[in-house]
């Protein structure tokens, strides 16, 4: 049988209970103290190329999950943003439905949010020439996203990313920096010819103008500060880096944080310490040792601080990091330096010093066999149990040996469970 392709897979102890409950936010109290995970696809397993999922909880309880969906990536004009829907008290999702599409264009790495008032926002960038860094940035806002199928949208437009006049200079005296660092350049398999052609290509974009507002791409879920700002994080892999797209009015107007300079730091996802500060952890697409970058603003996310290595590793692989209710952080990423065979979800206690649980939600022995299960989402829904979604991509090695011949290898799974299922450790069955 292909690895975890059954329907539901349900902790042992809670399997009557769970039956008898249904998904999500239908957990009694006792059931939400003990520990309990579940998990199935979204959707079979095909050929066609499914990745980059994002997860919300509507204020009706239901789960809205989507994802790009074609025969590719950026190179390819077909690919599109689907979505599903799982009803409160419901174990089985909807049939996919488009939420977005620019005929003619790859439409990639969506994110969604609900914000105060109660409305859906997804946001996304589509590749205007089939390379990422001719991304546009959009967004789509839905107050009619209840009924079964698509959200009704009402306002879409395009997020205009203006990088602030010091931009340029950042990033110049950033380069400066880094040819003291050529050797690191070099370590990530340039060479010192091309190293020093890499950050003379970064001087000349930096004074580009077009280049410097386009090619911004969201990943993680957008952060809403105080219930009134909201912080949009791009990232670009034309720069290597991240930046905040800022709104205090909702999109009428946004604005620009500086920007997070390290050695490819990208698609950051936010968290707010208790004194108000605010955290971000990165993909590290930079050079060994390979870990999650980090950074941090005291004056509400318009200013960031060095960027820095975490002890957390990652093999150049998307990461969400979230605060729970009750004050604990959930971290769920590929705890690996290189390959996204291993997905791990880590809670913390004290705001990120310490992990000092962890369970994983996948786990392949490396190699040819192994499968990637990436680029989480992550929730905490209103119940307080735990929502993940995210790639999950089958070997074709594993799916032959299996017997199933040349069948599809990728959907987007949703796993369900609490933090007591986290800190029981281990496998899950």
Request: glycine share 10%; proline share 6%; hydrophobic share 35%.
């Amino acid at each position: 049988m292909i690895k975890q392709a059954i329907s539901w897979k349900v902790y042992a102890p809670l399997v009557s209970v769970l039956a008898s409950c249904g998904s999500p936010g239908a957990l009694g109290g006792e059931v939400l103290t003990q520990p309990f995970h579940e998990a199935e696809l979204i959707f079979p397993l095909e050929a066609w190329h499914n990745h980059a999922s994002t997860v919300v909880e509507t204020p009706a309880g239901d789960l809205l999950v989507c994802w790009f969906h074609g025969s590719g990536e950026r190179t390819a004009d077909d690919v599109q943003i689907e979505g599903a829907r799982l009803r409160r008290g419901s174990r089985a999702w909807s049939e996919r439905f488009l939420m977005a599409d620019t005929p003619g264009y790859p439409d990639t790495n969506c994110t969604m949010f609900i914000d105060p008032e109660g409305r859906l926002w997804l946001l996304w960038p589509t590749i205007l020439a089939n390379e990422w860094h001719t991304a546009l940035m959009k967004y789509c806002i839905s107050r009619d996203y209840d009924s079964d199928g698509a959200p009704r949208w009402e306002i879409s437009k395009v997020l205009h990313v203006t990088p602030g006049p010091d931009f340029a200079v950042a990033l110049t005296n950033h380069v400066a920096q880094l040819r003291s660092r050529l050797g690191d350049i070099e370590a990530m398999g340039y060479g010192k010819e091309r190293a020093e052609a890499y950050l003379r290509l970064l001087e000349e974009r930096a004074g580009d103008k077009l280049f410097r507002r386009l090619g911004w791409m969201t990943r993680a879920h957008p952060f809403v500060l105080d219930g009134r700002r909201l912080i949009v994080p791009l990232y670009s892999d034309g720069f290597d880096c991240s930046l905040m797209a800022i709104t205090d009015d909702w999109g009428a107007t946004w604005r620009t944080s500086n920007p997070l300079l390290g050695l490819g730091n990208i698609q950051p996802s936010i968290v707010e310490r208790r004194d108000g500060s605010l955290y971000t952890l990165m993909r590290d697409n930079g050079p060994p040792p390979k870990r999650l970058m980090q950074s941090e603003s005291r004056d509400r996310g318009e200013t960031w601080g060095p960027v820095t290595d975490s002890d957390l590793p990652n093999p150049g692989s998307g990461a969400e990091i979230i605060k729970l209710r009750n004050g604990r952080w959930l971290l769920i990423n590929n705890d690996t330096e290189r390959g996204r065979h291993s997905l791990v979800v880590q809670l913390s206690a004290d705001e990120g010093k310490s992990w000092p649980w962890r369970r994983h939600l996948e786990y392949d022995p490396p190699g040819e066999r192994a499968g990637s299960y990436h680029y989480p989402s992550v929730i905490q829904s209103r119940d307080g149990t735990l929502h993940a979604t995210y790639s999950y991509h089958l070997s074709r090695q594993a799916v032959r040996a299996d017997g199933a011949g040349e069948a599809g290898t990728k959907s987007i799974k949703h796993a369900h469970f609490n933090e007591t299922w986290i800190m029981a450790g281990g496998l899950p069955e």
